[in-house]
């Protein structure tokens, strides 16, 4: 049995254009004579994977970046434009809500279906069917039609029957976000169980958490391309911070050292390097922030400097008046502040460094700057900080 289960090579899939019904018919044309593909538009081009039995992969990008039309196409729902793709396995797919499913039937004829179309006879039916009815929960729905389900019944049916099959490859899009917090929780658990018994997984979402939780390397698509491949955490790092300098990108853009205003920031170096980009950092090392302020009446400013989480969530905030620290004159009306964070306690993510130059007094702000930060490393712990702790076992709790 081959060790690689998933192997693309070149893959790429193209659309005719057909917009209006002159483009139908140039599109059976070239269909019928085979003509050329210049009113074709391209979803996906040039995709080359390898996923091993036993590996976790999760494909991660913006709406319409070709994910789904990736996993159509591993699956076998639509046939490439261009290269190729062979599994060497059997394939659990949960793509879309209902897919499979006949809305007129009840949940226990589709089961039946779903089970006859993975090749259960009668017998293994039998067998299985308590443990699909179980996992599914969805009580005496499970006799009604499927037009009568939710949206989230739906999918606890289908990745039921998943879930029973234990297939070589589960194949997963976003569908599992439509169910409620305690199925999530479960399908969560069996798909650890899944892969610390072997399996191999393709998760496509846009929880970044789920797919460092579940997935060990990950696969960036932007614009039907191949934008990074890799460890999921720096993958999933990487599109975060990307995704911090297209919203940054966005914001008006900042009049010049604010001319006019008492107090105005003249340039923020972030480890030495005052540039946009966002700095990378590992967790545990150490943060530099070195701040330049223009003060119009050569008076001594107040310099804040706050940290945020990516959603703006305030996680630390000190000032030069706070610590009494009194910034450096390097300039007529110039004036230069450092601080520096050792052992930075903050847990993998993207975050934004905010400095804030005020008055004398340290009442009134009069400029900001926004630069971002991407915390580096592998951690599953919840929150903002690392805090310092230590487990105590039965006998030091009790004592």
Known sequence: ???????????????????????????????????????????????????????????????????????????????????????????????????????????????????????????????????????????????????????????????????????????????????????????????????????????????????????RHACWLRGGEVAMYGDVFDVTQSYLAWHERKSAAMQPARADAQSGVEFALLGVAINDDESETPALLEMGGTLRIRVRVRSREDRVPCVMIGIVRADGTPVYGVSTEIDGMVPQRSADGEYVCSIEFRDLALLPGSYGIRIHPMDTEGVRVFDTIERSIVMRGASREFGLVRLAHRWQDSTEAGA
């Open 1 to 215: 049995m081959s060790d690689v289960l998933v192997k693309a090579h070149d893959l790429g899939k193209a659309w005719p254009k057909v917009h209006r019904s002159s483009d139908r018919l140039r599109a059976l044309g070239r269909l019928l004579f085979r003509g050329n593909d210049r009113d074709r538009v391209s979803v996906l081009q040039g995709v080359n994977l390898e996923i091993r039995r036993g590996e976790s992969l999760g494909l991660i990008g913006e709406n319409g970046a070709g994910k789904s039309t990736l996993l159509k196409l591993i699956t076998g729902v639509l046939t490439p434009t261009t290269g190729s793709v062979r599994v060497n396995g059997e394939i659990g797919a949960l793509l879309e809500l209902g897919a499979g499913f006949h809305p007129e039937y009840s949940g226990r004829d589709n089961v039946a279906m779903a089970a006859a179309l993975h090749g259960l006879d009668g017998t293994e039916l039998r067998e299985k069917l308590p443990e699909i009815i179980a996992f599914a929960d969805i009580g005496h729905y499970i006799d009604e039609p499927v037009k009568h389900y939710s949206s989230g019944m739906v999918v606890r049916l289908g990745f039921a029957v998943i879930a029973a099959l234990k297939p070589d490859l589960l194949v997963t899009d976003e569908v599992l976000a439509v169910g409620d917090e305690s199925f999530q929780k479960k399908c969560v658990k069996w798909i650890e169980d899944y892969l610390a018994n072997g399996g191999t997984l393709i998760l496509v979402s846009h929880s970044m958490y789920h797919v460092q939780k579940l997935c």
